[in-house]
């Protein structure tokens, strides 16, 4: 049962949908535009690979984190309230970060943006879900703030790099000012608010030992100056608050994150994928300024528009990606589109060890472009796979864990790349962070292979009954 406070604003549907995509807009923006811009950053308050990577980690640290707790307090308190909170807590923290003075107040910054972050996504997709009753509808708005979300990871780096060499990296962080006060404004005029009657309880325990987990991983595998007992202590630490957060979770009679969403071979290689695409391609992202900086000697302005053969395939492909599920199924659709995002990395290895700068020049913007046609193919597909392939009654359970499944592999992941790239003083060295990424790629692939249906029993096995 559902307690509307006040009645659903009266406003046309496209209205509704494009404001709450801007809610949604704003979060794939920020990473790509912040990920051009992270040389700049780095020369500016000193940091090294690693507090380059914290940078984006202690976004998605802090985002994965409060998502487990967003969904319960929006129901509580109500989907637009969680929604403008956010957005006024994303607001303050970008003029944080904009005003950073140093490598720790723009941590600490980060960390406050994710939290927002959370909290308005977690309304935005909550209050589509509830302004649009109608099925058909309901599709059309999620189709359409995809697209949304598209244009905005494209279009982040090219406007980043603009940014950041117009006027410096910290109006990468400003330019969230325009965008956060027009929702301030738009929101409470076009959407109505909703609540639950009993909402969801909050797990703060489930929250700390997530917390926990993954900001151990993270930081064994940044803490360079650290010994390798040291950072095995602190790997084998994350590990086990993992598996704490699990049987916690597990033995919950009301978990904020089922484990059993992944006891069905299909949904663990649902949970492979989601963690494959994080290595193969979006971490990759994180690191590819630097590369063509060093590399290819790019301005954050060239680099903003290079990036753009990674990420404009995100806006055509995906419209493919549905003919081929169709014809193919999902264990050989997913084969190749890992196969193409390792193929894609692969040309990266060849860049970082060619001597030729022509030979470097060509395979570099030859395996950006792969890796973003086959993470085009991938990346709109997964959310689909999940739902198709678990039970009807765990839709919305489903939808969590696999945003979270993909906030912590994206954190992970750009760890992981961090802590193989050895100096930055070499082109040669980024040789190591790409092969892991086809690694990381080339598994996604072997887990559709193995753990996902044959076309021919799709339809019989998908408990949902639909591809």
Avoid at 283 to 305: D, H, N
Avoid at 408 to 424: K, Q, V
Wanted: aromatic letters at 8%; proline letters at 5%.
């Amino acid at each position: 049962m559902h307690d509307h406070t006040s009645q659903l604003a009266q406003e046309p549907s496209g209205l509704i949908t494009l404001t709450l995509g801007l809610g949604v807009f704003l979060i794939p923006f920020d990473v790509t535009a912040v990920v051009v811009a992270m040389p700049g950053i780095a020369k500016d308050l000193g940091f090294a690979v690693a507090g380059s990577a914290w940078v984006i980690d202690a976004y998605s640290l802090a985002l994965t984190a409060a998502l487990l707790a967003s969904g319960a307090l929006a129901d509580r308190f109500g989907r637009r309230r969680a929604m403008l909170a956010g957005n006024a807590v994303f607001l303050l923290a970008s003029i944080a970060c904009g005003a950073a003075a140093n490598g720790p107040l723009l941590l600490a910054a980060r960390v406050a943006q994710g939290i927002g972050a959370a909290f308005l996504i977690t309304g935005a997709i909550a209050l589509v879900a509830h302004a649009f009753p109608n099925h058909d509808q309901r599709a059309r708005a999620f189709g359409t703030i995809g697209v949304i979300s598209g244009v905005a990871m494209a279009l982040g780096p090219t406007l980043g790099g603009l940014l950041a060499a117009w006027f410096g990296w910290r109006w990468i962080f400003y330019a969230n000012i325009p965008f956060c006060l027009a929702l301030a404004f738009a929101v409470p005029h076009v959407i109505g608010e909703t609540r639950e009657v009993v909402g969801r309880p909050l797990d703060p325990l489930g929250i700390v030992l997530l917390t926990l987990s993954l900001g151990l991983v993270i930081d064994a595998l940044l803490r360079r100056d650290a010994s390798l007992g040291i950072r095995i202590a602190g790997l084998v630490a994350g590990a086990t608050a993992a598996l704490m957060f699990v049987a916690q979770q597990w033995r919950s009679p009301h978990p904020v994150l089922d484990p059993r969403v992944f006891a069905a071979p299909a949904m663990i290689g649902v949970g492979a994928l989601l963690t494959s695409i994080q290595f193969g391609y979006w971490a990759v992202l994180v690191y590819l300024p630097l590369f063509l900086s060093i590399g290819l000697g790019a301005t954050m302005e060239v680099a903003g528009a290079a990036l753009l053969a990674a990420t404009l395939p995100m806006l055509a492909v995906p419209l493919l990606g549905g003919r081929f599920v169709t014809r193919w199924g999902w264990r050989r659709f997913f084969v190749v589109a890992f196969g193409i995002i390792a193929s894609g990395d692969a040309l990266l290895v060849v860049a970082a060890l060619s001597d030729s700068p022509a030979m470097r020049l060509v395979a570099t913007i030859a395996g950006m472009l792969t890796i973003g046609v086959g993470a085009a193919l991938a990346n709109p597909q997964m959310s689909s796979v999940a739902l198709a392939l678990a039970p009807p009654t765990q839709a919305a359970m489903t939808s969590a864990v696999t945003m979270i499944v993909r906030q912590a592999g994206f954190a992970i992941s750009i760890a992981a790349l961090g802590a193989t790239l050895g100096t930055t003083d070499m082109v040669a060295a980024f040789a190591v962070p790409f092969v892991l990424s086809a690694i990381g790629a080339i598994a996604g692939a072997v887990a559709a292979a193995n753990l996902f249906p044959a076309a021919e029993t799709e339809a019989s096995e998908s408990p949902a009954g639909q591809r």
